[in-house]
């Protein structure tokens, strides 16, 4: 379904730019267009009624039901996307990061000074971000 589908059996309809259409909402006595509708790059309709009606109360008021204005690839949007691995330079930059800070703490443990606990709580972070580097980068600690 494309917005005209929607728009051929809505009254009042002005083009308020590309992909996008006031017109008089069907589901109430409107006097006014109060129905705003915009279609998406994907082809998905999206509508809104400013006057308050729910949007099944809309579609049913066309004679529509929501199969009828979603397109096909819209189910699509809901499954989880597979993220795509950071670049190994920005995972090595990270763990240099991270590497200075443990080295900081090595080299004051090693002159004899204790940490105080930020540092010790920092430390902590730094190791577990160098662990998470690690099997980002498919290598196990």
């Known amino acids: 379904m494309t917005a005209l589908t929607l728009l051929d059996r809505l009254s009042g309809v002005k083009r308020t730019g590309p992909g996008r259409w006031l017109a008089r909402c069907p589901?109430?006595?409107?006097c006014?267009?109060?129905l705003?509708?915009?279609?998406?790059?994907?082809?998905?309709?999206?509508?809104?009624?400013?006057?308050?009606?729910d949007a099944e109360a809309i579609l049913a008021a066309v004679g529509l039901v929501w199969q009828d204005i979603l397109p096909p690839?819209?189910?699509?949007?809901?499954?989880?996307?597979?993220?795509?691995?950071?670049?190994?330079?920005?995972?090595?930059?990270a763990i240099e990061h991270e590497s200075l800070i443990v080295c900081m703490a090595a080299a004051m443990l090693r002159e004899g000074q204790?940490?105080?606990e930020p540092d010790r709580q920092r430390v902590s972070v730094a190791h577990a971000r160098i662990l998470a580097g690690v099997q980002l980068a498919g290598m196990r600690p």
């Not at 589901?27 to 409107?30: K, L, R």
Request: hydrophobic share 35%; with cysteine; proline share 8%.
């Open 27 to 30: 589901a109430h006595d409107d």
């Open 32 to 34: 006014r267009a109060s």
């Open 36 to 53: 705003s509708v915009r279609e998406l790059d994907d082809r998905r309709v999206l509508f809104h009624c400013f006057a308050g009606c």
């Open 73 to 93: 690839q819209a189910v699509d949007h809901h499954r989880p996307r597979e993220r795509a691995p950071f670049p190994a330079v920005d995972v090595l930059r």
């Open 114 to 116: 204790t940490l105080p």
